[in-house]
């Protein structure tokens, strides 16, 4: 069974930045697409970034040229690189790796951009 651990949210001021760190165990990670999503205060959990098996990313529009999603196949682990950020990356994020039918979530962890 896959199991993904968020790590590295908290309170930042705007314009800072942040790295999220995902661990994953349970899988065999390089075959897996894996993506970070995020949830705002009553808002819909969107798609902020995406790194295919072979490392093709894709962003969100809101996102690109401030954040960057890398992976360690090594260290079975995605991050999120997230730069000149702004109160409204205010949300829960988190980790999801798929593969055909595999899916798993981690269980986020909170990103404050606030003065």
């Known amino acids: 069974q896959g199991r993904l651990v968020e790590s590295g949210g908290g309170l930042v001021q705007p314009g800072g930045s942040l790295r999220l760190s995902c661990a994953a165990s349970?899988?065999?990670?390089?075959?897996?697409?894996m993506g970070w999503y995020r949830q705002g205060p009553g808002k819909q959990r969107e798609l902020v970034a995406g790194?295919?098996?072979?490392?093709?990313?894709n962003y969100a529009d809101s996102v690109k040229g401030r954040f960057t999603i890398s992976r360690d196949n090594a260290k079975n682990t995605v991050y999120l690189q997230m730069n000149s950020l702004k109160p409204k990356d205010t949300a829960v994020y988190y980790c999801?790796?798929?593969?055909?039918?595999?899916?798993?979530w981690g269980q986020g962890t909170q990103v404050t951009v606030s003065s």
């Open positions: 999801n790796a798929k593969l055909s039918i595999y899916e798993y």
């Open positions: 349970g899988m065999v990670f390089s075959l897996y697409n």
């Open positions: 790194i295919s098996s072979g490392g093709i990313t």
